[in-house]
């Protein structure tokens, strides 16, 4: 009965942004601005960025490697250099939000100690602005698709944000638990540091999961 009763509860805090949307729109906006303040182009970095990385990708694996993904090696180092930016896009949704994790509550100390605010709406406004610069990546990634590309990378395109909805749950519950640990253990900051940059190399982000060893495609 414990179990029915605390459920609920804990649906609950999914409901914390509609309760709090006027607040949540503030903090999302002023966090992102609060990126860019102070330079000459501002926010069009947001969307400069995820562009002049993805023509780095395509020099590098294009001109240089000339490298191509198992299964697509029609598209050479372009397909290459578009599956790679898109594992990355996704992997960098992940690595801002959960790098930022145990430091969200104490990087407020005034909300903690002065003023009534939600804490469990930080890893809200932690996401909001990940997804905003997420958005951005993803349209850079969709022209480079439709110029380059029409083949499986298309198709796979358009089902990103699909495959990205259920991830957004799992990132919020460890933000939520991360946030909580790094107020009593300040080592868990520099812990998960550690632990984002080992898994950029062992989740397959720079490779194809076919390239693997059979036993092990299903777990990565």
């Known amino acids: 009965m414990s179990c029915l009763s605390t459920f609920p509860s804990l649906l609950a805090y999914f409901g914390t942004p509609w309760r709090y949307r006027s607040i949540l729109r503030q903090f999302v906006r002023r966090e992102v601005l609060a990126r860019y303040r102070g330079?000459?182009?501002?926010?069009?970095?947001?969307?400069?960025t995820p562009m002049l990385m993805?023509?780095?990708?395509?020099?590098?694996?294009v001109g240089v490697f000339r490298a191509s993904w198992p299964g697509a090696e029609s598209g050479g180092g372009i397909a290459f250099a578009l599956r790679l930016f898109a594992g990355l896009m996704v992997f960098n949704l992940f690595a801002e939000m959960l790098g930022r994790a145990p430091l969200l509550v104490l990087e407020q100390p005034n909300l903690v100690k002065k003023v009534v605010f939600p804490l469990e709406l930080l890893p809200f406004i932690s996401m909001g602005s990940a997804l905003f610069h997420f958005v951005f990546s993803a349209g850079v990634l969709l022209v480079g698709v439709l110029v380059f590309d029409f083949g499986t990378a298309s198709t796979m395109?358009?089902?990103?944000?699909?495959?990205?909805?259920?991830?957004?749950?799992?990132?919020?519950?460890?933000t939520w638990c991360l946030a909580a640990l790094g107020v009593y253990v300040r080592d868990i900051a520099p812990m998960v540091g550690l632990g984002v940059s080992f898994l950029l190399f062992l989740s397959p982000v720079f490779y194809s999961v076919q390239t693997l060893p059979t036993r092990w495609q299903f777990w990565m």
Do not use: Q
């Not at 330079?39 to 400069?48: E, I, K, P, R, T």
């Open 39 to 48: 330079s000459m182009l501002g926010v069009a970095w947001a969307f400069l």
């Open 54 to 61: 993805l023509a780095v990708y395509t020099f590098v694996f």
């Open 157 to 174: 395109t358009w089902l990103l944000p699909l495959m990205v909805l259920p991830l957004l749950p799992l990132l919020l519950g460890l």
